[in-house]
């Protein structure tokens, strides 16, 4: 029998170097193409209902809850990583067992069939976990994903925490998954803050289920633009073009 699928929507950042602006909102509510940022990313998520979709909000959380009152939130009091975030939606999902799709609510170009896609995959690869990865049309500063010799799933390492070698690395983490929400419970409680950042990893999740024997796969695709998330106003620029122009579908 085929899995329920749920969502986690990471949208709790301040958003700080947008804010050189002068404009003091919380990142996701950001526009483009006149609308939030999360806005365009739930619209990509609507083939998973409102109410199995929490927004992790934090930053000015009203203004997002206002915005979008038909989703389920969950409060992140302290913005310390991505894996800190999917940690404070934990306690609404109520022991929940089905597939657990994590994204950012700040990569408003992600579409439908991307999503849909990496959950195909997922569901065909019978995994405890699947990334989304690929090439972006230039280079960004995420997480690249180190195989093996054999060519699987090894780790995720993040671009501060990268050596050359691995800095070199082309595939990079979206920064997307799908998690088999019990699987996921059972390794968060072990993420730790001794990283550059300080900070709990989201990508340090896959990498201790595969130690605990629980397979981990990679939905490798050519993102291209989709990739993009936006944290400078320079990013915003260029996503409200890509958004607005009418070959972008």
Do not use: W
């Amino acid at each position: 029998m085929q899995k329920n699928v749920k969502a986690i929507v990471l949208a709790a950042g301040r958003g700080t170097r947008l804010q050189s602006d002068g404009c003091d909102i919380p990142k996701v509510m950001r526009l483009a193409a006149g609308k939030p940022l999360l806005h365009h990313v739930l619209h990509a998520l609507n083939f998973i209902p409102p109410q199995d979709t929490v927004i992790v909000v934090g930053y000015r959380r009203e203004q997002v809850l206002s915005a979008f009152p038909e989703y389920v939130s969950a409060i992140q009091e302290e913005q310390l990583g991505t894996g800190h975030a999917v940690m404070s939606a934990y306690p609404v999902l109520e022991n929940y067992d089905g597939d657990l799709l994590v994204c950012c609510g700040d990569m408003p170009l992600l579409k439908k069939e991307t999503y849909l896609a990496l959950l195909e995959e997922h569901r065909k690869s019978g995994a405890a976990c699947t990334i989304l990865s690929g090439p972006a049309a230039y280079p960004l500063p995420y997480g690249r994903i180190i195989r093996d010799e054999n060519g699987s799933f090894s780790a995720i390492v993040e671009e501060k925490d990268c050596t050359p070698e691995q800095r070199a690395v082309t595939e990079l983490n979206s920064g997307v998954y799908i998690f088999d929400a019990k699987c996921l419970a059972s390794v968060l409680g072990r993420l730790q803050r001794s990283n550059a950042q300080g900070e709990y990893y989201l990508t340090d999740a896959p990498a201790f289920m595969l130690a605990d024997g629980l397979p981990v796969s990679l939905c490798c695709r050519d993102l291209g633009l989709e990739i993009i998330g936006v944290n400078t106003p320079e990013q915003l620029a260029e996503v409200e073009s890509i958004l607005s122009s009418e070959t972008y579908t």
